[in-house]
């Protein structure tokens, strides 16, 4: 009897430690290479030690960051899954497309990570050095110009969209399956501009043409404010992270101390530096409230700027 005992004591610990160093997989919701896979790959490494099991990235692409986002939403909410996404596919893509295969309820936020104002950019052999140069030569051309986007319904997407609005000039929409690939047609001339997080400017040389920001950015102080180019714009692209509804309080509490724990490592901090995006941790309860006002906010702005699917 003794020896039973022993026996089912020996298997019920390594079951349980068996559980606890279940790999977790950290969904991308966009490609490689791109700002939310490169955060991705800054925090997983700190989060892992503290959590105790391997966090493994995964780049779920397409849909302006919808598939992945899906993929987490149906993913069983046993704490082996979560997803780093930008704001795009929570707080717009849900107005953007009726048909959408998520809602936010489907989603247990657990931490905000950065929050950047968003870049217009361009490569240097356009000949583009500000937004007025951009708006004169898409009156100037015929057909207007071509912008990237990330996906439909992305904020790269929404922001130029409404520049193209409120200025009249002509402007065509071109989605890719991420930043990175949307930076390389850029850089390509398949597009003259584009218009995301600002990391990617120093990282490929490119042009700042206008900051959608309050005022100017401390590491890009020669970029004018949209504002200043009397275009009154002002757009910022966050990245959070999240499990899926009815994953464990336990987990998720492990996982949002892991987040705010990553973001305090020096390398995550150098490597956001790098990316131009300042951290900006939110908890649990802060990161839930925060991201119901973004939704609500873009509600607003989609309706009167009148963009829909297909725009």
Known sequence: MRFLLALLLTAAVATGTARA???ITLVVNFGAGGSADRMARLVAPVMAEALGAPVVVKNTTGAAGAIGAQEVARARPDGTTLLLTTSGPMVIQPHFRPDLPYRLADFAPVCLLGDAPVMMMAAPASGLRNAADLVARARATRGG???GSAGPGSIPHIVMAALALRTGAPMTHVPFRGSAEAIIALLR???SV???????MRANNLVGLGVMAEARMAEFPEVPT?????????????AGLYAPAATPPAFLARAEAACERALRAPATVEGFARLSTPITYRGQQDFAAF???????YRAILQAAGIRPGD
């Open 21 to 23: 160093q279940a790999p």
């Open 145 to 147: 110009i071509d912008y």
């Open 189 to 191: 001339g398949d597009v």
């Open 194 to 200: 584009y218009a995301d997080l600002p990391g990617g």
């Open 226 to 238: 949209l504002r200043e180019q009397g275009f009154d714009l002002v757009h910022s692209i966050w």
């Open 291 to 297: 991201q119901q006002a973004e939704f609500t906010s």
